[in-house]
Nanobody, 126 residues
Framework: QVQLVESGGGSVQAGGSLRLSCAAS????????MAWFRQAPGKEREGVAG????????YYADSVKGRFTISRDNAKNTLYLQMNNLKPDDTAMYYC???????????????????WGQGTQVTVSS
């Protein structure tokens, strides 16, 4: 059974940092496409960062470029999101996504991915 488990969320003040982790299990082979999404209350789920293929090409939403870094450790089957210089607008539930099912869909669209974690809350106070 495929499972994605996020951890590392919490409450920080603006300007602080957090590192999210997503442990993947149950896959016969490591998913080539993985991403982080977030959803704030009353807003749609949005793609924050993606990492794709053996080259580990990375993509970022404009709102987090230069502040967030996505990475993965295939030996540990773990995806990471290093978040620096956090802002109150970054407050949201953060989700890990894996296994791209829509080959033509944008990585920032939730429907592109099949598997999801349960989320970890990030709260940034001013």
């Amino acid at each position: 059974q495929v499972q994605l488990v996020e951890s590392g969320g919490g409450s920080v003040q603006a300007g602080g940092s957090l590192r999210l982790s997503c442990a993947a299990s149950g896959y016969t082979s490591q998913p080539r496409y993985m991403a982080w999404f977030r959803q704030a209350p009353g807003k749609e789920r949005e793609g924050v960062a993606g990492i794709f293929g053996s080259s580990m090409t990375t993509y970022y939403a404009d709102s987090v470029k230069g502040r967030f870094t996505i990475s993965r450790d295939n030996a540990k089957n773990t995806l990471y999101l290093q978040m620096n210089n956090l802002k109150p607008d970054d407050t949201a539930m953060y989700y890990c996504a894996a296994y791209r099912i829509d080959g033509t869909g944008s990585w920032q669209r939730p429907s592109t991915f099949r598997d999801w974690g349960q989320g970890t809350q990030v709260t940034v106070s001013s």
